[in-house]
């Protein structure tokens, strides 16, 4: 928000009292004070506990205010379909925020699919090497709740099923399994999982994901089989290029991403979206098919 001459922190909702806030904002600890208190703001930011998406969202849209909504837009397709229903009602925009897809990697890959530069997508594998520690759930009462987490693909995923939905569009869950290897009850649900897919336009693929990697995240990895070239994005947060062998197609040198200039990135494609400028930003609609995605790895759950 400090980096777009367009915005300004005007007031912050915190229950936290031990969180390290700037001395010069006004400070809620209730939602409804914060929003009555500032009847002129352009845009509610929705930073809360997984489980909270809907309730915030739909709240701030029906006292007529823009919304970006942190990621997942919510826990269910059924609760998207009630924050969509208010966006209706209100007339007012809602942007998710999926900072990935403004990395340097990540807007180059997009280019070469839309311009079908790899032919026809074969295979496709997503794996990402995670560790979260018994600390990182033992420091708040949300982190690890089927309720107000969701689970590992809402919390920690999410980002790279929308990269492949961002990809290659809605995708068919053909399989998954799960598995508690590390978290033993810190958690309500798996810290560890593999499920298969295939796209609409017929790649086959798989995504491998785990919380319980030894010690420190590893990395997460794209990998693209295809006709006419083979492509593997890498690093901790597939924010760099590993490899490149594309039909016609020199290597490009991509500079590195950086979450908080990708995070200032949704921030700059809401403003445009609000003054009508231009359509980058992160949909409803597309939040909303990440969830049911999710959704859809679960059903595999017995």
């Not at 930073?47 to 837009?73: Q, R």
């Not at 649900?189 to 295939?198: A, P, T, W």
């Not at 590195?256 to 979206?273: D, F, P, Q, T, W």
Request: charged share 20%.
């Amino acid at each position: 928000i400090s980096g777009n001459e367009d915005l300004s922190l005007v007031a912050i909702c915190e229950q936290n009292k031990d969180a390290d806030l700037p001395d010069h904002i006004p400070v809620y600890t209730n939602p409804d004070d914060m929003l009555s208190n500032h009847p002129d703001l352009d845009i509610v930011s929705i930073c809360t506990p997984n489980g909270w998406h809907e309730a915030m969202s739909i709240k701030a849209l029906n006292k007529g205010f823009n919304v970006i909504c942190e990621k997942p837009l919510a826990l269910s397709t059924l609760s998207c379909q009630r924050i969509k229903q208010a966006k209706a009602s209100s007339g007012k925009e809602l942007i998710c925020v999926m900072q990935n897809r403004y990395s340097p990697v990540s807007q180059w890959l997009k280019k070469i699919v839309s311009e079908n530069r790899l032919g026809k997508i074969f295979m496709v594998n997503v794996s990402c090497y995670w560790n979260r520690n018994p600390a990182y759930y033992k420091s708040s009462d949300w982190r690890g709740s089927s309720k107000l987490d969701g689970g590992t693909l809402f919390t920690q995923f999410s980002h790279y099923v929308d990269s492949l939905y961002w990809l290659f569009g809605n995708m068919e869950i053909t399989g998954a399994t799960f598995g508690n290897y590390n978290h033993g009850t810190s958690i309500d649900f798996e810290d560890s999982g593999i499920f298969s897919f295939k796209t609409e336009g017929g790649a086959i693929g798989s995504f491998n994901y785990t919380t319980a990697t030894y010690q420190q995240n590893f990395e997460s990895t794209f990998t693209i089989i295809s006709e006419k070239g083979t492509v593997k994005i890498a690093g901790q947060y597939m924010n760099t290029l590993r490899y490149s062998d594309i039909e016609g197609l020199d290597t490009p040198m991509l500079p590195e991403g950086n979450n908080i200039r990708h995070l200032g990135e949704v921030y700059r494609s809401a403003v445009s979206r609000i003054k009508r400028e231009n359509g980058d930003a992160t949909s409803l609609e597309d939040g909303t098919e990440v969830v049911r995605i999710i959704e859809d790895v679960y059903r595999f759950k017995k």
